[in-house]
């Protein structure tokens, strides 16, 4: 059975940063894209950032660009998303996903396992 589990969340003032975690057991990550979204209250999930394998490249949302980094250790199975110089409106739910095919999108519904969230919250 494929589970990720986030970890790293948690309450920071605005400016502050936080290290997300994507720990992935039942299956090797190694040739998966791995992404990154979330969601706030009333609003729908929305894409954060993505790894891909098959060009190595590493895509963000306008929203975050410049502040958050990407990243994946093969040999750890774990995902990571450094987020730095956080905002009040970075307040979410963070979600990790796999893709399998590995390319790495901007769209849910390519990623096929997800983990159970962890909550960010940043005041001002």
């Known amino acids: 059975q494929v589970q990720l589990v986030e970890s790293g969340g948690g309450l920071v003032q605005a400016g502050g940063s936080l290290r997300l975690s994507c720990a992935v057991s039942?299956?090797?990550?190694?040739?998966?894209?791995m992404g990154w979204f979330r969601q706030a209250p009333g609003k729908e999930r929305e894409f954060v950032s993505t790894?891909?394998?098959?060009?190595?490249?590493?895509y963000y949302a306008t929203s975050v660009k410049g502040r958050f980094t990407i990243s994946k250790d093969n040999a750890k199975n774990t995902a990571y998303l450094q987020m730095n110089n956080l905002k009040p409106e970075d307040t979410a739910v963070y979600y990790c996903?796999?893709?399998?095919?590995?390319?790495?999108?901007?769209?849910?519904?390519?990623?096929?396992?997800w983990g159970q969230g962890t909550q960010v919250t940043v005041s001002s």
């Open positions: 996903a796999a893709d399998p095919l590995g390319y790495g999108a901007s769209t849910a519904t390519s990623y096929d396992y």
């Open positions: 039942g299956r090797t990550i190694s040739r998966d894209a």
């Open positions: 790894i891909s394998w098959s060009n190595g490249n590493s």
